[in-house]
């Protein structure tokens, strides 16, 4: 089966530009998630779909966040204006069931640049 | 509020030699503890887990965990490591709560010829 896959894997935009990062789940998986990774930090929750709802987007830094999952399918996550503390790399995961022991499938990420 | 952190920002060992890589957690109840790996230019690749059971889980590529509950540990381990071990490791906990995953800040494994 493909696995789930991000475009661009790479983006480098000025501050205050808008970006928008994409995430085709692997086929079938009602569960979405994206997260994020600053330089050197940790991997940080931003939100979590169940299909085509936002079962939970606690982690959104701000209201220039804007993710959407229109038909259940994939899943857009829109930064604008961006700012240089978006950079990092953005991950996008996805699970068939929401089974507390089942692991999450992980894109390859999106190395997000603002300058 | 459950944590994990890894010490170690740099883990360096010799090839054949073994390898640890360090992870603890803290969160109330019982633990749903994950490792993943990141290979440069790639997505994090899931390695291993525990739920329940067994307190040694053996997963991908050799790699195996011991789980310790009164140390609250979660090491990664490998008997005798290669180059193409090379890679970022990431320890994680499921929030039970949220069913987040919550990860640690990750470990850099250099492994020398």
């Known amino acids: 089966e493909a696995g789930v896959t991000q475009f661009p894997s790479h983006s480098v935009i000025e501050k205050g530009q808008t970006v928008t990062l994409r995430c085709d789940p692997i086929?079938?998986?009602?569960?979405l998630y994206w997260y994020r990774r600053v330089m050197g930090k940790e991997i940080k929750f931003l939100l979590h779909?169940?299909?085509?709802?936002?079962?939970?987007e606690s982690g959104m830094p701000n209201n220039r966040f804007l993710a959407e999952r229109t038909g259940g399918t994939y899943s857009t996550l829109k930064v604008q204006p961006a700012e240089l503390e978006d950079s990092g790399v953005y991950f996008c995961?996805?699970?068939?069931?929401?089974?507390?022991?089942?692991?999450?499938?992980f894109g390859n990420g999106t190395r997000l640049t603002v300058t | 509020a459950q944590s994990v952190a890894q010490p170690e920002d740099q883990v360096n060992v010799a090839e054949g030699n073994p390898l640890t890589v360090k992870c603890t957690y803290s969160?109330?109840?019982?633990?749903?503890l994950f490792w993943y790996v990141q290979y440069p230019n790639r997505g994090l690749q899931f390695l291993l887990k525990?739920?329940?059971?067994?307190?040694l889980v053996k997963g991908s590529y050799g790699f195996e965990a011991e789980f310790n509950k009164s140390q609250t540990s979660f090491h990664l381990k490998k008997p005798s490591a290669l180059v193409s071990d090379s890679a970022l490791y990431f320890c994680?906990?499921?929030?039970?709560?949220?069913?987040?995953?919550?990860f640690g800040t990750g470990t850099r494994l250099q492994v020398f010829p």
């Open positions: 086929s079938g998986h009602d569960n």
């Open positions: 525990y739920i329940t059971g067994d307190n």
């Open positions: 969160v109330s109840g019982n633990p749903y």
């Open positions: 779909f169940v299909k085509e709802s936002k079962q939970d």
């Open positions: 994680a906990v499921r929030d039970i709560q949220t069913d987040k995953l919550i």
């Open positions: 995961a996805s699970s068939q069931e929401r089974v507390k022991g089942s692991p999450l499938h």
